[in-house]
């Protein structure tokens, strides 16, 4: 078992994985403001954005304008999503910080979201590297591998078929990998399995969770994969987010409540929760009408931990 690490980096990813799935479009406006409070409550790495086509994804569409901001923010780590090689180029204009690609572990489903093998997938994530490099960009790249854990269309996914992949994207030139339990199939006992054996051709490049609470298991495979060494996890603020191929999925780890977590046991996040709660409620109103979820702003900071107390372990 890896050595527990501290401080916890939390990834927002709420207002792109959020978002897209979510049918209304949020004003960019709202989107500016939502990244001016999430950086003024210690929040230091978002994820702003995406770049695919505006007729597929219309919610995402002014992700330049928005990645042109959040560059104004100082420290912060500006990361885009970027689903194939034009992507990858326009966040290599837009001057992002980081560049996320997905790379489904399940070929049903990489077929499904990216009409491609994963095997194409890999080719392409070349390209994207030898792309980058040539440019002279220090932009990160970054492979999330999705359906680590199981699929809802294929099934099973065999952990030897990840771990196949992850060497292969490292291989290619990739700074850094991270699983992700796209549906929610995961289990604390999986997760610690599968980090076990990533961790072994990986190293430290293995730099990333993402978990789903689905089926109510969110939280502990976040623990599950802090106790074998990851110290950074995707999560969405107010719990929103999903995968489109995952119906009935009550979407990502909430962002509160894995800060109340690690302050809890004294893992410094660099979060202020009590401003995190005041932008949840910001952007519950924003959102108005749509399921949210998450644990912690119903019952708040209990008596043993008060709301200054939270914002110093920060």
Same mark, same amino acid.
């Given at each position: 078992?890896?050595?527990?690490? /501290?401080p +916890? ?6 207002? !792109? ?9 949020l004003?960019?406006?709202q989107?500016?403001?939502?990244? !001016?409070?999430?950086? &003024? ?8 954005? =995406? ?5 597929l ?13 959040a560059? /104004?923010?100082? %420290? ?12 990858a180029?326009? &966040?290599?204009?837009?001057? $992002? ?9 399940s070929?049903?489903?990489?077929? *499904?979201?990216?009409?491609k ?9 070349a390209?994207?590297c ?12 970054e492979?999330g591998? =999705? /359906? *680590? ?7 099973r ?6 771990v196949?992949?992850?060497?292969? +994207? ?5 700074d #850094?990998? %991270?699983?992700?339990?796209?549906v929610?199939y ?13 961790f072994?051709? $990986?190293g430290?490049?293995l ?6 609470? /689905? #089926? ?8 599950? *994969? ?5 110290a950074?996890?995707?999560a969405?603020?107010?719990g ?7 119906p009935? &999925? =009550?979407?990502n780890v ?8 690690? $302050? =809890?046991?004294?893992?410094p996040?660099?979060v ?15 959102l ?9 702003w #119903?019952?708040?900071?209990p ?5 200054d107390?939270a &914002? $110093?372990?920060?």
């Open positions: 078992m890896q050595p527990r690490p /501290t +916890v980096i939390l990834r927002e990813v709420g207002l !792109r994985d959020g978002l897209q799935s979510i049918s209304r479009v004003p960019t406006a989107k500016l403001e939502w990244l !001016r409070d999430a950086h &003024a409550a210690g929040q230091r790495e978002i994820e702003v954005g =995406s770049f695919v086509p505006a007729r994804l219309p919610q995402l569409a002014d992700t330049a304008d928005v990645v042109a901001y560059k /104004t923010l100082p %420290g912060l780590v500006v990361s885009v999503l970027v689903p194939n090689l034009k992507g180029q326009r &966040a290599l204009e837009c001057g $992002a910080d980081s560049m996320l690609v997905p790379l489904s572990a070929p049903a489903h990489s077929l *499904a979201n990216l009409r093998s994963p095997d194409d997938v890999v080719q392409e994530i390209q994207i030898a792309a980058r490099d040539a440019s002279g960009s220090r932009c990160e790249i492979v591998v =999705s /359906t *680590a854990f199981g699929c809802t269309i294929q099934g996914v065999a952990h030897g078929d990840v196949r992949l992850v060497t292969a +994207v490292l291989d290619a030139g990739v #850094r990998v %991270g699983l992700a339990d796209t929610g995961a289990d604390p006992a999986m997760v610690t399995e599968l980090f076990g054996r990533t072994a051709v $990986a430290r490049r730099a990333c969770a993402h978990f789903h609470d /689905t #089926r109510g298991l969110g939280i502990a495979n976040v623990m599950a *994969a802090w106790q074998a060494g990851i950074r996890f995707d969405c603020l107010a929103i987010g999903g995968c489109p191929h995952a009935g &999925a =009550s979407g909430a962002t509160e409540d894995l800060a109340y977590l690690f $302050a =809890s046991m004294g893992a996040t660099g202020d929760i009590g401003r995190l709660l005041a932008l949840r409620g910001k952007v519950a109103g924003w108005d009408g749509e399921a949210l979820h998450g644990t912690l #119903r019952a708040g900071l008596k043993t931990m008060r709301a107390t &914002a $110093a372990s920060a």
